[in-house]
């Protein structure tokens, strides 16, 4: 059984930081990508960040390039997203997702995903 569990939200000021975690198990992070999504109120999945299975290659949006750093633990089989510098548009649930092998943008090309954590960026 393939399992993801988000967590590391909360509620924070314009300018600050959260860092997510995804605690996998069930499967190996050396064969399946991890992505982030998010969902604000109103608004459709949007692809975050992705990291690739085996080589580790790193891929961002445009809207968070430069704030938000992807990383892995394979030996605590976990996935960050280190999120710096937040704005209020960053609000949104985070989810995180797991395909076999290679990242993609599309929410529908991963199978397996968490429960989501609620990041709050407000003064």
């Known amino acids: 059984q393939l399992e993801l569990v988000e967590s590391g939200g909360g509620s924070v000021q314009p300018g600050g930081s959260l860092r997510l975690s995804c605690a996998t198990s069930g499967f190996s992070l050396d064969l399946y990508a991890i992505g982030w999504f998010r969902q604000a109120p109103g608004r459709g999945r949007e692809g975050v960040s992705c990291?690739?299975?085996?080589?580790?290659?790193?891929y961002y949006s445009d809207s968070i390039k430069g704030r938000f750093t992807i990383s892995r633990d394979n030996a605590k089989n976990t996935v960050y997203l280190q999120m710096n510098d937040l704005k209020p548009e960053d609000t949104a649930v985070y989810y995180c997702?797991?395909?076999?092998?290679?990242?993609?943008?599309?929410?529908?090309?991963?199978?397996?995903w968490g429960r989501g954590t609620q990041v709050t960026v407000s003064s």
């Open positions: 997702a797991t395909k076999w092998d290679d990242c993609t943008e599309y929410a529908g090309n991963y199978g397996y």
């Open positions: 990291i690739s299975s085996r080589e580790g290659h790193r």
